[in-house]
């Protein structure tokens, strides 16, 4: 409803779900508003750095995205980025710069390829908003704004401030929110990280782990029942206006968190969250699953790990209240 409620406000005629985030809000947002026009759109963070060609003159971590593009798109290419023995930033950056005659054409059709799929979605459509869960260098707003060349509303659940963009959040503060990765793992799609997309816009996807397998097998359920919520109160409030502030979602949020038993311990132990961009590093979400060596070999940091942990057994929360003192 929030979303509803800001696209009335600004006059909007189309907002733009970014994925994978974006999924579950974009087909609630169907249920509820067909009459204003709305689309999932793919704007992961690498694809910024492959098709907008400002970053070719950056030397950053972002280099390796950009030249993994590239390599595989020119075979002359390829054969020269492997006699680069040393592979680090300042490397790379250097390697752009000494092919940037073969790196920029790529780069440029990659961001014709993009502009051509977001404009065969929004057609003729002139006030238009993004809306994704939570950003700190919006760089899916950024992408699209870059690709239409104008200006977008940013509507999240929670954003750093910015003065370059217009936005607006559901939320006040991050602060209020006890768990985010909860939040996100509430609002995804099943489909597997985006690596990048192909020139018709159909995502190509990174191979799915096995933490990524089970996160999707448990967001699968989410959706399922999400959907039948809102039919629900489709049937039950034909129609009326209902809405809930943001202060009663994060508690709602919080008090999930707050309050757990032995069978969420259970399955909480096989739920991973990608704590990168590049969705290499999986941590556990809800606790910390060591065994008994740990506390031997490595007293201090299984302490931390289990006190940071949002759930904890009944064995770490003796171990917390023995050892206290050490951490």
């Known amino acids: 409803r929030f979303v509803q409620q800001q696209a009335k406000e600004h006059n909007l005629d189309t907002i733009l779900f970014v ?6 809000l974009h087909k609630v947002f169907q249920d509820i508003e067909p009459n204003i026009k709305s689309h999932y759109v793919y704007a992961p963070r690498r694809l910024k750095y492959i098709t907008l060609s400002e970053y070719l003159n950056t030397a950053s971590k972002y280099n390796s995205a950009i030249i993994e593009e590239c390599i595989n798109k ?10 680069v023995k040393i592979k680090n930033t300042k490397n790379n950056y250097k390697f752009i710069q000494n092919n940037i005659d073969i790196i920029k054409p790529i780069i440029q059709q990659n961001f014709n390829d993009y502009q051509s799929y ?26 699209l704004e ?3 060349s104008k200006g977008l509303v940013g509507i999240y659940i929670i954003s750093k401030k910015n003065d370059s963009y217009k936005q607006v959040n559901f939320v006040e503060s991050k602060r209020k929110i006890r768990h985010w990765n909860f939040c996100e793992l509430l609002l ?3 489909e597997s990280p985006i690596k990048t997309l192909k020139a018709n816009g159909r995502p190509i996807y990174d191979d799915a782990s096995q933490e990524e397998r089970y996160r999707k097998k448990i967001i699968a359920s989410i959706i399922k029942y999400a959907k039948a919520i809102v039919n629900d109160i489709n049937i039950v409030f034909k129609g009326n206006d209902i809405f809930a502030k943001n202060i009663t979602i994060t508690d709602w949020n919080n008090i999930f968190i ?3 038993g032995k069978e969420d311990l259970k399955n909480a132990k096989y739920l991973y969250h990608a704590s990168n961009y590049s969705h290499i590093n999986y941590k ?9 060596t740990d506390y031997i070999l490595q007293p201090l940091q299984t302490l931390k790990r289990i006190k940071s942990a949002p759930w904890k057994t009944r064995t770490q929360k003796i171990a917390l209240a023995l050892f206290r003192w050490m951490i």
């Open 19 to 24: 994925a994978r985030d974006g999924y579950l």
């Open 146 to 148: 870059n690709t239409l």
């Open 258 to 260: 707050d309050i757990y």
């Open 284 to 292: 556990l979400m809800f606790t910390f699953c060591g065994v008994y």
């Open 118 to 143: 977001i404009n065969g979605l929004i057609g003729d459509c002139k006030k238009i908003a993004v809306c994704d869960t939570y950003t700190v260098n919006y760089s899916a707003q950024k992408l």
């Open 74 to 83: 020119n075979k002359r290419l390829n054969e020269a980025y492997n006699k």
């Open 188 to 190: 995804s799609s099943v």
